[in-house]
């Protein structure tokens, strides 16, 4: 399987900060990474999709990048509304592997 | 717009079998995979498997030995069956749907199962 890392874990940051959250794969899994947002009690939303395209609706200060095996999502500014926990996603090849996400709370 | 609604038994005895439906409303079944997806309290994700309307599924290897899912498209619902369940079962379940082979876009609210005796 491959495995799905995420750092930090927990986040805090202040409302307009910039905010980076970093996911690193096992193996190599082209651009086949995904980004979802939970808050407590309810499901996940799609963020982006294959690293970097915004689902539809998502407000434009989310952003997703890669560099080889380590991807990235940005919150260019933070708002009161985005804190939440979030998950990198991998469909490379199954099993679908999450990596263990991360904790985004206000400073 | 789609929405996905599980249904089912919100708790289940050791060593039963835990089963669940999803109604599909907003889109037909047979054009996507549909997924199951659970989250045991205050942990991760896990992909449980795909099902696709013409009956091909695919399992995470973890729960290949007790998992079946199926597709009802009379109904446009799917199903997930597990058998065998230990408290270590115990989670929210989502069924989500899987689009373009890519990304899960639409989710259910999701369904709390604990095993329990």
């Known amino acids: 399987d491959i495995q799905m890392t995420q750092s930090p874990s927990p986040l805090s940051a202040s409302v307009g900060d910039r905010v980076i959250i970093t996911c690193q794969a096992s193996?190599?899994?082209?651009?086949?990474l995904n980004w979802y947002q939970q808050k407590p009690g309810k499901a996940p939303k799609l963020l982006i999709y294959?690293?970097?395209n915004l689902e539809t609706g998502v407000p434009s200060r989310f952003s997703g990048s890669r560099s080889g095996t380590d991807f990235t999502l940005t919150i260019s500014s933070l708002q009161p509304e985005d804190i939440a926990t979030y998950y990198c996603?991998?469909?490379?090849?199954?099993?679908?592997?999450f990596g263990p996400g991360t904790t985004v709370d206000l400073k | 717009q789609v929405q996905l609604q599980e249904s089912g038994p919100g708790l289940v005895k050791p060593s039963e079998t835990l089963s669940l439906s999803c109604s599909v409303s907003?889109?037909?079944?047979?054009?996507?995979?549909w997924t199951w997806i659970r989250q045991p309290p205050g942990k991760g994700l896990e992909w449980i498997g795909y099902v696709y309307y013409s009956g091909s599924t695919h399992y995470n290897p973890s729960l290949k030995s007790r998992v079946t899912m199926s597709v009802d498209t009379s109904k446009n619902q799917f199903s997930l069956k597990l058998d065998s369940v230990t408290a270590a079962d115990t989670a929210v379940y989502y069924c989500?749907?899987?689009?373009?082979?890519?990304?899960?876009?639409?989710w259910g609210q999701g369904t709390l199962v604990t095993v329990s005796s």
């Open positions: 907003g889109a037909s079944i047979s054009r996507y995979y």
């Open positions: 996603q991998q469909y490379d090849s199954a099993p679908f592997t």
């Open positions: 294959d690293v970097s």
């Open positions: 989500v749907r899987w689009k373009s082979g890519s990304y899960f876009d639409s």
């Open positions: 193996q190599d899994i082209n651009n086949d």
